[in-house]
């Protein structure tokens, strides 16, 4: 089964500082599916970035991008410029796919603080 | 409305109270999830159905019973819940093609459930 794992259960980041969320996950797939999901105050569960285990370049989307290391099954998320509206819990999760659905596995989650 | 929507955004019951949580995806997606996330725990997996079928029942208890009528719904149905049953509950849909591929999963804002 796979796990996923975040180190970091709270962070905290300066506005228009760069943060840095660390995430390692346990598979014996060679192909995936990771995310990074983001979810506020509101409870939403908003997808941030994705990245294809295939693809060796990483993802990036405006002032979110990953760190992928497949070899050492590492993903964390950077945060550039950060914003009062990035404080959140960030998820990290693993898209597994059994033949007849999808699955995500997700960490435990960071909370990310943003100060002035 | 647009993307996945859930019905009520907040619910309170007795342990003898029969309700439903309602879930609609505005995406013409073919698979669905309910997710219970409690607190300090992560995201569990409760039932994916894909094509209006149940592919997975990650061992939920029986007091939990979904439905899927089409694609487009999805209901949770409660009756003789435990107070430990209270937590936040997420559905998300997606569109799962047979071979796999990015299957990324778009959530609703939750229903608050609380059981007294």
């Known amino acids: 089964a796979q796990t996923v794992t975040q180190s970091q259960p709270e962070m905290s980041v300066q506005e228009a500082e760069t943060v840095t969320l660390s995430c390692t996950y346990d598979t014996s797939e060679s192909d995936y599916y990771l995310f990074w999901y983001k979810q506020p105050p509101s409870r939403q569960m908003i997808l941030v970035i994705r990245q294809e285990a295939y693809k060796q370049q990483n993802a990036t989307e405006n002032r979110f991008s990953v760190n992928f290391q497949k070899a050492a099954k590492s993903f964390s998320l950077k945060i550039s410029d950060s914003q009062l509206g990035d404080a959140a819990m960030y998820f990290c999760a693993y898209r597994s796919y059994t033949g007849t659905a999808s699955k995500l596995t997700f960490g435990t989650g960071t909370r990310l603080q943003v100060t002035l | 409305e647009t993307g996945v929507t859930q019905t009520p955004r907040h619910l309170v019951m007795g342990m003898t109270n029969k309700k439903s949580l309602k879930c609609e995806q505005h995406?013409?997606?073919?698979?669905m999830y309910w997710y219970k996330q409690s607190a300090k725990k992560p995201l569990e997996l409760m039932f994916v159905?894909?094509?209006?079928?149940?592919?997975e029942n990650n061992s939920v208890p029986s007091r939990f019973s979904p439905e899927c009528p089409n694609s487009s719904h999805l209901f949770l149905h409660l009756h003789t819940l435990q107070p430990e049953d209270s937590a936040l509950y997420l559905c998300?849909?997606?569109?799962?093609?047979?071979?796999?591929?990015?299957?990324?999963?778009?959530f609703g804002p939750g229903t608050r459930l609380t059981v007294l």
């Open positions: 159905y894909n094509f209006k079928e149940q592919t």
């Open positions: 998300a849909s997606s569109q799962d093609g047979t071979s796999g591929g990015e299957n990324t999963q778009y």
């Open positions: 995406l013409g997606h073919n698979a």
